[in-house]
């Protein structure tokens, strides 16, 4: 899985970056921290946070193009949104002083509505926040509703495996792949129906090519969103022949291996060519 990872430090994934700027692909930079060892939750967000205020702050120095995206449960989601809402409102602040829009996660079921909330209770304050929703979540639909209803930004993706974060109303195989590539292309249609600005995560070339035949008929703000290494081709085709902004995800970090594997036992990271 190292060709998917952008690297282990925060100057690694800057450097990949700054190289996908020059070929006209925003970056979307991804710490992942490892959940292991003796720390408490706190302490565990307070290393977090000093991080991505370093990273804010390297991105801007190094005129870097593109986005963050976080995950709530590094900042002790789990004690309460309200506490990760202290501890995200001035990194998303620092972010938007310097044009970059932050992107939550929610796809883990166990945090995914408090994830929901505290998108909801920061929105009002940082219109271009977005927040990340599965489809393999059977509250995808719900959630999105009430997204849409408040005008905010969603990143859909497949979403994560049965088991370490994922669901098993989304069963592997064949079937399950069918049913979600059909909840997926739902999501997809109420998007391009009821939202202006939006993300569209996935390597599936029936997904892009359905979000493609959408865009012809209904003129929306997305783009799409692709893990770095993986279909590296296909993005340079969306940018140069098709004219649809790409951006490359960066998952960078010492926690970042173990969430591609995760991703990979999903079929999320199948190349496309």
């Given at each position: 899985?190292?060709?998917?990872?952008?690297?282990?430090?925060?100057?690694?994934?800057?450097?990949?970056?700054?190289?996908?700027?020059?070929?006209?692909?925003?970056?979307?930079?991804?710490?992942?921290?490892?959940?292991?060892?003796?720390?408490?939750?706190?302490?565990?967000?307070?290393?977090?946070?000093?991080?991505?205020?370093?990273?804010?702050?390297?991105?801007?120095?190094?005129?870097?193009?593109?986005?963050?995206?976080?995950?709530?449960?590094?900042?002790?989601?789990?004690?309460?949104?309200?506490?990760?809402?202290?501890?995200?409102?001035?990194?998303?602040?620092?972010?938007?002083?310097?044009?970059?829009?932050?992107?939550?996660?929610?796809?883990?079921?166990?945090?995914?509505?408090?994830?929901?909330?505290?998108?909801?209770?920061?929105?009002?304050?940082?219109?271009?926040?977005?927040?990340?929703?599965?489809?393999?979540?059977?509250?995808?639909?719900?959630?999105?509703?009430?997204?849409?209803?408040?005008?905010?930004?969603?990143?859909?993706?497949?979403?994560?495996?049965?088991?370490?974060?994922?669901?098993?109303?989304?069963?592997?195989?064949?079937?399950?792949?069918?049913?979600?590539?059909?909840?997926?292309?739902?999501?997809?249609?109420?998007?391009?129906?009821?939202?202006?600005?939006?993300?569209?995560?996935?390597?599936?070339?029936?997904?892009?090519?359905?979000?493609?035949?959408?865009?012809?008929?209904?003129?929306?703000?997305?783009?799409?969103?692709?893990?770095?290494?993986?279909?590296?081709?296909?993005?340079?085709?969306?940018?140069y022949e098709r004219g649809h902004p790409t951006t490359i995800y960066l998952p960078y970090g010492e926690g970042a291996g173990r969430h591609m594997?995760?991703?990979?036992?999903?079929?999320?990271?199948?190349?496309?060519?």
């Amino acid at each position: 899985m190292e060709n998917y990872l952008a690297g282990k430090t925060r100057d690694e994934a800057l450097e990949r970056a700054r190289h996908l700027n020059k070929e006209g692909l925003g970056t979307l930079l991804a710490p992942h921290f490892p959940r292991e060892g003796n720390l408490s939750e706190s302490q565990r967000a307070d290393l977090a946070t000093e991080e991505v205020e370093g990273l804010i702050k390297a991105m801007g120095m190094k005129l870097i193009r593109g986005g963050l995206s976080l995950d709530p449960k590094d900042f002790d989601i789990e004690s309460g949104w309200a506490r990760a809402m202290e501890r995200l409102s001035p990194l998303v602040v620092r972010a938007e002083e310097y044009g970059y829009g932050v992107w939550l996660e929610a796809e883990d079921p166990e945090t995914a509505g408090a994830a929901l909330d505290l998108y909801l209770g920061l929105r009002p304050r940082f219109p271009h926040l977005g927040i990340t929703l599965s489809a393999r979540l059977p509250r995808a639909l719900s959630d999105l509703a009430t997204v849409t209803a408040s005008r905010g930004r969603v990143r859909l993706v497949k979403g994560l495996p049965e088991g370490e974060g994922g669901s098993e109303n989304a069963p592997e195989g064949p079937e399950g792949m069918d049913d979600l590539n059909g909840r997926y292309r739902l999501l997809l249609e109420i998007l391009f129906r009821d939202s202006n600005f939006f993300a569209i995560a996935t390597h599936d070339p029936e997904l892009i090519e359905e979000a493609h035949r959408l865009s012809e008929i209904q003129s929306r703000m997305f783009e799409f969103q692709l893990y770095m290494g993986v279909s590296d081709a296909l993005a340079r085709r969306l940018v140069y022949e098709r004219g649809h902004p790409t951006t490359i995800y960066l998952p960078y970090g010492e926690g970042a291996g173990r969430h591609m594997d995760r991703l990979a036992r999903g079929g999320r990271i199948a190349s496309t060519g």
